[in-house]
Nanobody, 123 residues
Framework: QVQLVESGGGSVQAGGSLRLSCAAS????????MGWYRQAPGKERELVAT???????DYADSVKGRFTISRDNAKNTIHLQMNGLKPEDTAVYYC?????????????????WGQGTQVTVSS
């Protein structure tokens, strides 16, 4: 069962812009923090940006001032607007939704992932 549906991505030249979108069910959207991670070839998956239900955001230092994450509450969708793209932004971008559950006397993070979408930036 696909719970996070991504769209957007593609290929652009350096300095260009792309917008990624991720749609979730209302239940997930209303209870989970959401965000984007990326993984470049040969590298570990890294956080790009997150947004919590209340709307607070957080960004990786490498994308601050260039990327903007937002929530569309009417469509249960988050967006990642990527401006000023650089070749080093090239990666597969994954939508993430996560929530913390308390059981066994501690909190556990539960993650959901999208299928990933390729972003390629050429110099």
């Amino acid at each position: 069962q696909v719970q996070l549906v991504e769209s957007g991505g593609g290929s652009v030249q350096a300095g260009g812009s792309l917008r990624l979108s991720c749609a979730a069910s209302e239940r997930i959207f209303s209870t989970h923090a959401m965000g984007w991670y990326r993984q470049a070839p040969g590298k570990e998956r890294e956080l790009v940006a997150t947004i919590v239900v209340a709307g607070s955001t957080d960004y990786a230092d490498s994308v601050k001032g260039r990327f903007t994450i937002s929530r569309d509450n009417a469509k249960n969708t988050i967006h990642l607007q990527m401006n000023g793209l650089k070749p080093e932004d090239t990666a597969v971008y994954y939508c993430n939704a996560h929530v913390f559950r308390y059981y066994s006397r501690s909190h556990h993070r539960v993650d959901l992932w999208g299928q990933g979408t390729q972003v390629t930036v050429s110099s």
